[in-house]
């Protein structure tokens, strides 16, 4: 890799805060009548239940609430479940699957969200054991998509009694569900007087519903709420709330992505509440503490002693690695145009340090000594409804400042702003900076405009307008632009295509968008391994399921299509398996122990896999290897693409990835590191890769140098799919076979495998059971056999 | 709140009984069984005898998230049972390791400088002092920084 140089900014001061005696974060004080608005509540239905000990990790049971017919019942979670479906985002599949049709869409009397932990949930010792997984039909994609959140509501639920909470129907005006784990009752409570937005709402119901008027008591409580943008868009996001009782303030953490808070908010949930009583690790019943607490402490010394040196987590949190993305390219400046750019120096991680308050534990869950979830306090809001208020801001976080980037907002305090408001407004960071990215540089095509715009200038770097954009999304605004906005990149490209603006080629290949799902915050031109993490996926295109860029771009591990097809097997499965226990993954790759240097394949990190397969073990009494870790995550991950099917998407077609995503698609773009600062990227490959001459070359003008890298990478695309479907051990059109469902245990799931067998048969007569890339020469499909997937 | 009591040891007093080890765990589980029950750990090296125990660095507390261990009046660092979740992140934390979990007991413990180990030495090898809390204080975070 080549690159630019960099010049480091400087005039670094610690900010240093005296902790833990007299904290203040100068926050603006709120003078609400909390008893007022409790008053106004009406019960809309109540029920009481048998309070129950966790043991070894399950409760045994669920929770269903439907708000149409105001029903509160529980399910039993059998050994069959557990089996098939392990926890968290596998119950959160089972459940959806037991009540929603293939034709159910987001705003569906039926649609459910369903929010599950897993067995390792709610364990206080390992770090990072308070993941909460959320999954709904979204209304970005059409399919299921699910979304992981630390804060303590996923922990309570369980120590509430139940391993998940299914929400179905809508209500008819705002309610409150409110799950009270210590008196064992679940009630729904219209809640009229209470506000929406995050920060707002989440305050004051951990006050409302705290037993006592103390730190302890209300940190008992977590609430889970969207906010005003959530109403108006499909960015929708969930806030879970974890009360810090340093700061006094209710912080928020987000299940973020595909439209949570959207369905949250159409089925008029104001809040969900729970409340616990006192718990420690041995709440979630682990049938050996003592090993628990012995793998934890070793990780926690790890922690102590290598984090400062490897990616500080601790001090700035995963925005440590802003820098290192642009240094690499890979940081999406101005709608994924660029991967570095000058002015972002301005947004590395120094310059957030500084804004940081320090010398408090930052652990979204307790335990977790990683510790990333930093936060701004005191920060004065600078425009919009709570101008001159000063309040505490989560984050920013990676995602969020690079998403900044992406939308040219290099001002560290206005990447602040712009985090608070899509929390506290309930919008999803990563859709919305994606989103507006794009409408950006439709902008700057003139495709856009002033007044296509209603009236704002979306220029890369108007940071007003974008707070603009929002605040309008929030407050209901009518206007054409703004409707379609808050829908987001997807359906922004029909709506410019159906007015006829611009060209629908440009339109739809900068659009970074697939399943209807905006991208998450990194540049992957240049590694196809990513584009396959991007687009080979269940939800959409987000980096949870595998980032390999270093693995493939920078350090070159995976150079054939079958190593990449390796590492887009085993990465998403380990990756999924962390949202079947309730688990956060960057405890396990965010600090590398000792051991990495001499393991064998050290991008897994071999020691870490052990501890969490010790740990299982630990939770459950019997013995856990790291390849049963692996078959846990196959059967989910085949059961979320077979759901896929049955809604009528999760076949190549929907596999694909904008261009933008695999290369230049402008001139600008293309010739921006086609010169000597970036050793001509594109020539070299053309001539190293692509099998032209230097000669060739020189001469070829640029627009065919554009179309032959397009043609290349679009075909090396196709191939990577054949050679993960075929990994995977689906059909060419990517369809899990019954006989493959069979095998991971789905015998008697006869609904699920007809529909796959009639769904193979339909391709067969359509002629899609063929490989998709173009092989030639010595080139081979990943089989001889094109019926592979038959044994 | 200037000074802290602090346990000193004199090796070359110390003749490897623990006495002081049985008394630690008496106070801290009502046991005689010392090891690791005691809060102050005596070990053997090259035939002298090293000692480890809290010197009230107060560190550990930065790191808990319920606010279960606290800097008490008298400057001794104590932890709240009925807070404490058991997450093991100031036993993982402490610089000395002192901070520990013993067997079938989810909550740590930690020196509370009662005194109870300096009465039981019967060789005198042991004796509560009073230190500057400046000398001793230490602070997880803030100092750690950013590089450039
Ligand atoms: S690493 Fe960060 S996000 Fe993960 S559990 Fe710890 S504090 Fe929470
Ligand atoms: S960090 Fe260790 S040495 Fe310091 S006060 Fe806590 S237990 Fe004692
Ligand atoms: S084990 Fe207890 S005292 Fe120690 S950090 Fe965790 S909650 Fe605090």
Redesign the interface.
């Known amino acids: 890799m080549s690159g630019p140089e960099k010049s480091?900014?400087?005039e670094?001061e610690?900010?240093?805060?005296k902790?833990?005696d007299g904290f203040e974060t100068g926050n603006t004080k709120h003078d609400w009548d909390l008893a007022a608005m409790r008053a106004k509540h009406r019960i809309l239905a109540e029920y009481t239940y048998e309070k129950k000990k966790v043991q070894r990790g399950y409760t045994g049971r669920t929770l269903y609430v439907n708000l149409s017919t105001n029903t509160i019942e529980e399910k039993p979670v059998s050994e069959d479940m557990k089996k098939k479906f392990t926890g968290g985002k596998g119950f959160d599949l089972k459940l959806l699957w037991d009540g929603i049709k293939p034709t159910t869409r987001w705003n569906s009397e039926e649609n459910e969200i369903v929010f599950a932990g897993g067995l390792l949930c709610g364990g206080?010792?390992y770090s990072g054991t308070g993941k909460c997984l959320a999954a709904t039909i979204s209304p970005s994609t059409d399919i299921v998509c699910d979304s992981n959140a630390g804060g303590y509501f996923a922990p309570y639920l369980k120590f509430s009694g139940f391993d998940a909470l299914e929400v179905q129907g809508k209500a008819k005006e705002d309610v409150i569900i409110f799950i009270d784990g210590k008196a064992g009752k679940v009630t729904i409570e219209t809640a009229p007087m209470e506000e929406t937005n995050a920060h707002l709402v989440s305050e004051q119901l951990t006050h409302a519903y705290a037993d006592e008027d103390t730190?302890?008591a209300r940190?008992r409580v977590a609430v889970v709420s969207a906010g005003k943008g959530a109403e108006h868009s499909y960015w929708g996001c969930l806030n879970i709330s974890f009360y810090d009782?340093?700061r006094k303030v209710a912080r928020l953490k987000q299940h973020g992505r595909g439209g949570l808070g959207t369905v949250f908010r159409d089925k008029k949930i104001k809040a969900i509440v729970t409340k616990v009583e006192?718990?420690?690790?041995?709440t979630n019943d682990p049938a050996d503490?003592?090993k628990m607490?012995a793998v934890?402490?070793?990780?926690?010394?790890e922690?102590?002693d290598l984090d400062?040196s490897q990616c500080?987590m601790?001090?700035?949190g995963t925005g440590n690695i802003v820098e290192v993305m642009d240094t690499y390219d890979l940081l999406p400046t101005e709608n994924y145009r660029f991967g570095s750019f000058p002015k972002a120096t301005n947004l590395h991680?120094?310059n957030f340090?500084k804004r940081f308050t320090?010398?408090?534990?930052d652990?979204c869950w307790?335990?977790?000594?990683m510790a990333c979830t930093k936060a701004v306090d005191g920060f004065t809001v600078m425009t919009g409804p709570y101008k001159g208020q000063k309040v505490t801001v989560d984050g920013p976080e990676y995602e969020n400042t690079a998403g900044c980037a992406n939308m040219g907002l290099w001002d560290p305090d206005w990447v602040i702003e712009w985090n608070f408001y899509c929390d506290t407004y309930g919008l999803d960071t990563i859709s919305v900076a994606t989103g507006i990215a794009f409408y950006m540089e439709m902008y700057e095509y003139g495709i856009l405009n002033k007044e296509r715009c209603a009236g704002l200038e979306l220029i890369f770097g108007n940071s007003e307008a974008v707070l603009e954009l929002m605040h309008r999304i929030a407050a209901g605004d009518r206007s054409e632009f703004v409707q379609v906005a808050g829908k987001g990149a997807r359906r922004m490209k029909d709506w410019l295509i159906q007015k006829g603006w611009g060209d629908h080629e440009l339109i739809n290949d900068t659009g970074m968008e697939a399943k209807g799902l905006e991208f998450s915050e990194y540049v992957c031109k240049e590694s196809l391994a990513q584009q396959g993490g991007y687009g080979l996926t269940n939800k959409g295109p987000q980096h949870d399921e595998a980032w390999l860029i270093f693995m493939d771009m920078v350090n070159n591990q995976i150079p054939t299509f079958a190593d990449k097809a390796e590492a887009l097997h085993y990465f998403p499965m380990w990756r999924t398996w962390f949202g079947l226990v309730g688990l956060c993954k960057l405890p396990w790759n965010d600090v590398t122990p000792l051991s990495n240097a001499t393991a064998d394949e050290p991008a897994k990190i071999p020691e870490h896999v052990q501890n969490y397969a010790d740990i299982m073990s630990a939770t459950l009494g019997k013995e856990i290897t790291p390849a049963n870790l692996i078959e846990m995550s196959e059967r989910v991950y085949n059961w979320q693409r077979s759901m896929n099917i049955w809604m009528g998407r999760g076949t190549r077609t929907d596999d694909w990835i904008p261009y933008r995503a695999m290369g230049p698609v402008t001139e600008l773009e293309f010739l921006s590191r086609n010169n000597k600062l970036w050793d001509y990227r594109y020539d070299k490959q053309l001539v190293e890769n692509m099998g032209f001459s230097k000669e060739d070359v020189d001469k070829m003008h640029i627009k065919d140098k554009m179309k032959h890298i397009y043609d290349y990478r679009q075909d090396r695309y196709q191939k990577l799919t054949d050679a993960v479907y075929h990994r995977r051990g689906w059909t060419q059109n990517g369809i899990p076979t019954p006989e493959k469902m069979r095998e991971l245990g789905f015998g008697d799931e006869t609904e699920m495998l007809e529909m796959l067998q009639k769904k193979i048969e339909e391709d067969e007569s359509a002629g899609l059971n063929v490989w998709g890339g173009n092989y030639q020469g010595d080139e081979k499909p990943p089989n001889d056999d094109v019926k592979y997937w038959k044994e | 709140m200037t000074t802290v009591k602090i346990i000193k040891f004199s090796p070359e007093k110390c003749d490897g009984g623990k006495a002081c080890e049985e008394a630690c765990s008496n106070v801290h589980f009502k046991s005689d069984e010392g090891g690791d029950k005691s809060a102050l750990r005596i070990m053997e090296k090259d035939g002298s005898y090293n000692m480890s125990v809290c010197n009230m660095c107060g560190l550990c507390?930065?790191?808990?998230?319920?606010?279960a261990l606290k800097r008490l009046k008298s400057g001794t660092v104590v932890l709240d049972k009925?807070?404490?979740?058991?997450?093991?992140?100031c036993?993982?934390?402490c610089?000395r390791g002192v901070m520990r979990?013993a067997?079938?007991v989810?909550?740590p413990f930690k020196c509370i400088a009662c005194g109870s180990c300096v009465r039981a030495c019967p060789n005198g090898a042991l004796e509560l002092v009073e230190v500057d809390l400046d000398e001793v204080k230490e602070?997880?975070?803030?100092?750690?920084?950013?590089?450039?």
């Not at chain 1, 320090?358 to 534990?361: E, G, M, N, R, T």
């Not at chain 2, 507390?61 to 606010?67: F, G, K, R, S, Y």
């Open positions: 480091t900014s400087k670094f610690p900010h240093t805060l902790m833990p206080t010792q730190e302890t940190q009782s340093r006192h718990f420690n690790g041995m503490p003592d607490a934890a402490i070793k990780y926690n010394k922690m102590r400062k500080n601790r001090t700035v991680s120094p340090y320090q010398v408090i534990p652990g307790h335990g977790c000594t | 507390i930065d790191v808990c998230t319920v606010q009925n807070v404490c979740v058991g997450c093991q992140a036993v993982g934390f610089p979990k067997s079938d989810i909550t602070v997880v975070y803030h100092k750690q920084g950013v590089d450039e």
